[in-house]
Every structure is written in structure tokens, then in C-alpha cells.
């Protein structure tokens, strides 16, 4: 027995709610997707500026002689990606040693700041 008017199916609020939570679903799925996609590359730059300041701290210990006191800024490219190593070297209280500290920006943007102690030899 059928009742005469009796409709199937969902009423136009009912599929608006569906679309709205769907939505909603898709929305949170898409940043959660671009702050991995974004924490990637920040963690690729940091690898990279990484072999970038120790490769020019490694040159300093390397060198058979003290580097002078003062800033100095080096071009590195890791991975197609150019970082500015800028190197600045300052005395410490004790004359046979120096602070060096490296700071390696990219397009301006600093990624890693390393530090170390270089003696005379």
C-alpha cells in the first residue's frame, strides 16, 4: 500500500549539510597535506644549509694558520639551491682561540646559525 505524496530521498537541507561537511573534511585534509609538503623542504634546506656551514667551518680548521678577525660571505650551492654562508670571526678572552659562527640564509631568509672554536695549532 502506497501513501499518495509520500516522497524518497533527502531533503535540500539535508544534502547541503552533507556537501558542508565534506567540504570541511576536504579543507583540513589540504593543509594537513601543505604543512607536510612545507615541512619538508624545511627540513631538505636544513640539510643543505648544514653541509654548506660545515664545509666552510671544516676550511677554517683546515687552514694551517688563524683566520683574521671580521665577517666574510661565501656563496654555497647544495641541490641546485644557493644559500649565503656568512662567517664571522671574534676573538675570545683567551688570545689562542677564536669564535667563528656561521650563519647560512636563503634568499635572505636565515635557515641555520653554527658555531664553533678554532686554537692555533
Same mark, same amino acid.
Do not use: H, W
Given at each position: 500500500?502506497?501513501? *499518495? /505524496?509520500?516522497?524518497? @530521498?533527502?531533503?535540500? *537541507?539535508? #544534502?547541503?549539510?552533507? +556537501?558542508? *561537511? #565534506?567540504?570541511?573534511? $576536504?579543507?583540513?585534509?589540504?593543509?594537513?597535506?601543505? !604543512?607536510?609538503?612545507?615541512? !619538508?623542504?624545511?627540513?631538505?634546506? +636544513?640539510?643543505?644549509?648544514?653541509?654548506?656551514?660545515?664545509? %666552510? $667551518?671544516? =676550511?677554517?680548521?683546515?687552514? =694551517?694558520?688563524?683566520? @683574521?678577525?671580521?665577517?666574510?660571505?661565501?656563496?654555497?650551492?647544495?641541490?641546485?639551491? #644557493?644559500?649565503?654562508?656568512? $662567517? !664571522?670571526?671574534?676573538?675570545?678572552?683567551?688570545?689562542?682561540?677564536?669564535?667563528?659562527? !656561521?650563519?647560512?640564509? =636563503? %634568499?635572505?631568509?636565515?635557515? $641555520?646559525?653554527?658555531?664553533?672554536?678554532? /686554537?692555533?695549532?
Amino acid at each position: 500500500m502506497r501513501f *499518495i /505524496g509520500a516522497q524518497r @530521498g533527502f531533503t535540500l *537541507i539535508e #544534502v547541503l549539510v552533507a +556537501l558542508g *561537511i #565534506v567540504a570541511i573534511a $576536504l579543507t583540513a585534509g589540504l593543509q594537513a597535506s601543505a !604543512a607536510l609538503t612545507r615541512n !619538508a623542504q624545511r627540513q631538505s634546506d +636544513l640539510l643543505l644549509a648544514q653541509t654548506c656551514a660545515e664545509n %666552510e $667551518l671544516i =676550511k677554517v680548521r683546515l687552514a =694551517k694558520q688563524m683566520p @683574521g678577525v671580521g665577517d666574510n660571505s661565501i656563496l654555497c650551492e647544495q641541490a641546485g639551491i #644557493v644559500f649565503t654562508v656568512a $662567517l !664571522a670571526v671574534r676573538p675570545t678572552p683567551n688570545p689562542n682561540f677564536l669564535r667563528i659562527d !656561521a650563519q647560512v640564509n =636563503k %634568499e635572505e631568509s636565515p635557515v $641555520l646559525r653554527l658555531s664553533t672554536v678554532v /686554537g692555533r695549532y
